[in-house]
C-alpha cells in the first residue's frame, strides 16, 4: 500500500530539547516536503527536497533542518524547540516534477512546554 | 507570489443539504488546482482535482469546475452526509523557479454535518 508514515504522531517536549521526527514513503517520489498547520493560517512548507541531497528553505524553516541522505525518508529536526513551534506537523511525498499530487502522512502533533 | 483565498468558515450543515465552498486563487499562468480533505485525526487526502481551465474534477459526489475567467474553483456537494464532516483544503501547485515542489494551501473551512 502506497503511503508515507511519520513518527511519532504525539509528542510533548520540553524547551531546548532536540528532538527528530521521522517520515518514510514506499512511493519512489522524487520530491517531500514538511509542513505545520496552524489554526486560520491553513499548511505553510517548512523545507522541501527535490531528491537525495537536494534540499531548501519552504516559507517558514526558522528553527528547523533537514536532511535526505536516502529516497524515501525525510526527517525534520528541531535542533532547540520553542513553544512557538507548537504545531501539528505533515510530511508529504509528491511525483510529476513537485506538481502532481501530494502525499501526506498522518501528522505529528507537538506540543513545546 | 502564488496564492489561495477559501471562503471563512466554519460551516455547519444538517444532513442532505447544499453545500458550497468557495475558492479563489492568484497564480502565474494556469496551474492544476487541488481539493484536499482533512478527516479528523487524519492526514490531507486528495479529493479531487483539474488540470486545465473548463475541467471539471468530481469525487464522492463532489464536484469543482476550473474557472479561468473568475480564477476560481469552487467546492460543490448537492446532499452533505454526517460522514463528509473534514476539513477541506483548496491547494495549487507552485509553478517552479524556488518554489519547486511547493503547494500553496488556503485557510481550509471546518465542515461539520449535523443529522
Known amino acids: 500500500e502506497a503511503q508515507v508514515t511519520q513518527n511519532p504522531r504525539y509528542l510533548i517536549t520540553v524547551t531546548g530539547k532536540k528532538l527528530t521526527v521521522t517520515c518514510s514513503q514506499n512511493m519512489n517520489h522524487e520530491y517531500m516536503s514538511w509542513y505545520r498547520q496552524d489554526p486560520g493560517l491553513g499548511l505553510r512548507q517548512i523545507y522541501y527536497?527535490?531528491?537525495?541531497?537536494?534540499?531548501d528553505k519552504g516559507d517558514v524553516p526558522e528553527g528547523y533542518k533537514v536532511s535526505r541522505k536516502e529516497k524515501r525518508n525525510f526527517p525534520l529536526i528541531l535542533e532547540s524547540p520553542s513553544p512557538n513551534q507548537t504545531s501539528l506537523y505533515f510530511c508529504?511525498?509528491?511525483?510529476?516534477?513537485?506538481?502532481?499530487?501530494?502525499?501526506f502522512g498522518q501528522g505529528t502533533r507537538l506540543t513545546v512546554v | 507570489g502564488d496564492s489561495v483565498t477559501q471562503m471563512e468558515g466554519p460551516v455547519t450543515l444538517s444532513e442532505e443539504a447544499f453545500l458550497t465552498i468557495n475558492c479563489t486563487y492568484t497564480a502565474t499562468g494556469y496551474p492544476s488546482l487541488f481539493w484536499y480533505v482533512q478527516y479528523p485525526g487524519e492526514g490531507l487526502q486528495l479529493l479531487l482535482k483539474a488540470t486545465k481551465a473548463d475541467d471539471k474534477g468530481s469525487n464522492k459526489g463532489f464536484e469543482a469546475t476550473y474557472r479561468k475567467e473568475t480564477t476560481s474553483f469552487h467546492l460543490e456537494k448537492g446532499s452533505v452526509q454526517v460522514s463528509d464532516s473534514a476539513v477541506y483544503f483548496c491547494?495549487?501547485?507552485?509553478?517552479?523557479?524556488?518554489?519547486?515542489?511547493?503547494?500553496?494551501f488556503g485557510q481550509g473551512t471546518i465542515l461539520t454535518v449535523h443529522p
Open positions: 491547494a495549487l501547485p507552485n509553478a517552479g523557479g524556488t518554489s519547486y515542489g511547493k503547494l500553496t
Open positions: 527536497s527535490m531528491n537525495v541531497e537536494v534540499t
Open positions: 508529504a511525498s509528491s511525483s510529476s516534477g513537485g506538481r502532481g499530487v501530494a502525499f
